[in-house]
């Protein structure tokens, strides 16, 4: 098992909070961890098709696999500007 | 010269830091707050960022305008928290020898930023709000 931390940010922060610990199976994708989430935090799901994936703060594919101690984030399609 | 801050943005500050003897013009886009959005009265803004994310991507964008034209400096500030109607939101700003690259750079700094940096914007409106995701608003449920 590895431990990542996942943290929130804009509209998913309303649905899941500013950080959570997260553990997972060795080997395990981002994919992975964002259904684990989605399975506890059922307003999640729909963010699915928009949100794209972070790991120490790059933008990486959602088949990225991830390792332990990874600062993970979902980002939201951004707004800025 | 990239940030995210949370006090206002010195545009004047920014002209100065950019600002060589080399530059023959220096182009700023000031991005302000506006009191509509699709056809409501916005009374504020809030605007937060996944902050070391956030200045990660714009040092790189920094990087991409100095590899795609002849520019002297260039400068992205974001600032965060809540803002008022005709607050300076951003700026990015670019000094080169000759205008068409400061032009053409200060554009794309500018679309940059708003496509990829993670910062999000909530829009406060006479009744309720909205977050900004994209292009589009989606309403708070409250």
Redesign the interface.
């Known amino acids: 098992m590895i431990s990542v931390n996942v943290k929130f940010f804009g509209p998913l922060r309303e649905i899941v909070g500013e950080e959570r610990k997260l553990e997972l199976p060795d080997a395990c994708t981002g994919d992975v961890a964002f259904e684990k989430l989605a399975s506890s935090y059922h307003g999640l799901h729909k963010w699915k098709p928009s949100v794209r994936l972070a790991v120490n703060l790059e933008y990486v594919q959602f088949s990225h696999e991830l390792h332990a101690g990874d600062e993970v984030s979902f980002i939201p399609p951004v707004s800025g500007g | 010269m990239v940030a995210v801050t949370h006090t206002p943005i010195d545009v004047e500050r920014i002209f100065r830091e950019i600002a060589t003897p080399r530059s023959g013009g220096i182009d700023v886009f000031v991005?302000t707050v506006r009191n509509h959005s699709h056809g409501k009265r916005v009374r504020q803004l809030e605007?937060?960022?996944?902050v070391?994310?956030?200045e990660?991507l714009m040092a790189e964008i920094e990087q991409e305008i100095k590899r795609k034209w002849v520019i002297e400096s260039v400068a992205l500030v974001?600032r965060v928290g809540m803002l008022q109607i005709g607050d300076v939101?951003?700026v990015t700003a670019v000094s080169a020898h000759h205008r068409d690259a400061a032009f053409e750079a200060c554009r794309y700094a500018?679309d940059r930023?708003?496509?990829?940096?993670?910062?999000?914007?909530?829009e406060y409106f006479e009744e309720g709000m909205a977050?900004?995701?994209?292009?589009?608003e989606?309403d708070?449920q409250t």
């Open positions: 991005g605007y937060s960022a996944y070391p994310m956030a990660k974001h939101a951003v500018i930023v708003k496509g990829v940096v993670p910062i999000w914007k909530k977050w900004v995701v994209g292009q589009h989606v708070v």
